[in-house]
Nanobody, 118 residues
Framework: VQLVESGGGLVQAGGSLRLSCAAS????????MGWYRQAPGKQRELVAT????????NYADSVKDRFTISRDNAKNTIYLQMNSLKPEDTAVYYC????????????WGQGTQVTVSS
C-alpha cells in the first residue's frame, strides 16, 4: 500500500485547509485510515481515524468540532477538513492505513506540512 498526502500549506489562524490522502496498491484489505501529526520536538499523535467499511470516526479532543475526517472509497482517498486552525495545529501531518488481523499491518505516507501563523 502506498499513501500520498497533499493539501498542506501556510494559513493564518482561523483559516481552513483540506488535506487528502490517496491510497494505492493492495487497498481492498485496508480496515482503518487516519491522520496523525508531529510537531517539532513532540511525539507523533493521533488526529482522527475512520473505518473504511462503516465510516466510524474517532477524533483527538484537541481537534473535535474543528476537524472532519471523511472518505471516498471509490477513490481510495480520505480527507481531513481543518477549520478554525490554531498555531498549535502546526505540524507535519501523516496519513496512515492499517490492515490485516487486529490491524497490525501499518503503512504511512510521507507527510505534508501544515503551518498556521498567528
Amino acid at each position: 500500500v502506498q499513501l500520498v498526502e497533499s493539501g498542506g500549506g501556510l494559513v493564518q489562524a482561523g483559516g481552513s485547509l483540506r488535506l487528502s490522502c490517496a491510497a494505492s496498491g493492495t487497498t481492498f484489505s485496508i480496515n482503518v485510515m487516519g491522520w496523525y501529526r508531529q510537531a517539532p520536538g513532540k511525539q507523533r499523535e493521533l488526529v482522527a481515524t475512520i473505518t473504511t467499511s462503516s465510516g466510524s470516526t474517532n477524533y483527538a479532543d484537541s481537534v473535535k468540532d474543528r476537524f472532519t475526517i471523511s472518505r471516498d472509497n471509490a477513490k481510495n482517498t480520505i480527507y481531513l477538513q481543518m477549520n478554525s486552525l490554531k498555531p498549535e495545529d502546526t505540524a507535519v501531518y501523516y496519513c496512515r492505513a492499517r490492515r490485516g488481523p487486529a490491524n497490525l499491518i501499518s503503512y504511512w505516507g510521507q507527510g505534508t506540512q501544515v503551518t498556521v501563523s498567528s
